[in-house]
């Protein structure tokens, strides 16, 4: 079994190393957009994303921010009361970092930081959909009002990396778990034409960074 120390290392090597393999194909193929075009009919006027009308993906659109916003709320209920409920005492701290990631990983990062500022038109929107922009490659910057780059109702699946950080024996159950909610959610908004597959790949690399950063830098100090 690796040593805590091995382990975060590992961790961020494979982060670093998936970015580094994965951003250049976007950047060199069609493969992005060619992805949404599975997805798009040209003739099919309001219905030119057709799978979009799966209840299930309604469902998942809607439903992703409340199930963040809960979690949200709950591990800072939980941070508060435990001032006053002794038995809640344990769970002070695992809630409070719960509450760190998800404000300043899908909050702060994903949500302030790039999609509000990058500016990278949706599937949607690039001519090859009937849309008036040219597409964009990910972490270049677009000059227009829209905000594809990264995508922020996956992180309601990738916010669950809290869960694998905080657990020591069920690591790959919560790792599968949170890649697993995002694959749907992701599903859900490719058919739509609501993002692009490096926009679901860069939300999950920027909010494992943040619960990784969260965790070997201030949550694994004070506990160890």
């Not at 580094?20 to 798009?40: C, E, G, H, K, N």
């Not at 009308?53 to 309604?58: A, R, V």
């Not at 990983?105 to 001519?127: A, D, Q, S, T, Y």
């Not at 990264?150 to 890649?179: E, N």
Request: aromatic share 20%.
């Amino acid at each position: 079994m690796l040593s805590k120390y091995a382990l975060h290392h590992r961790e961020i090597f494979v982060l670093f190393g998936l970015v580094i393999v994965t951003t250049p194909i976007f950047w060199l193929t069609d493969i992005d957009w060619q992805a949404s075009a599975f997805f798009y009919r040209p003739y099919g006027g309001p219905d030119a994303w057709p799978f979009q009308n799966w209840w299930l993906w309604g469902w998942l659109y809607r439903f992703a921010p409340v199930l963040s916003f809960g979690t949200l709320i709950g591990s800072l209920l939980t941070v508060l009361f435990s001032y006053v409920l002794p038995t809640l005492l344990p769970f002070r701290r695992p809630a409070l970092y719960i509450f760190m990631v998800i404000a300043l990983g899908p909050g702060l990062v994903i949500n302030l930081v790039f999609k509000e500022h990058w500016g990278r038109p949706r599937p949607v929107h690039i001519g090859e959909f009937g849309g008036k922009y040219a597409y964009i490659p990910p972490l270049q910057k677009g000059d227009t009002d829209e905000k594809s780059f990264p995508c922020g109702h996956c992180t309601v699946g990738y916010m669950f990396f809290a869960l694998y950080f905080l657990s020591r024996k069920r690591k790959t159950l919560y790792f599968i778990l949170s890649l697993s909610i995002a694959l749907m959610i992701a599903l859900a908004r490719l058919t739509a034409g609501g993002h692009f597959i490096s926009d679901v790949l860069w939300s999950g690399y920027l909010v494992f960074l943040v619960a990784w950063l969260l965790y070997y830098g201030w949550y694994d100090r004070k506990v160890g």
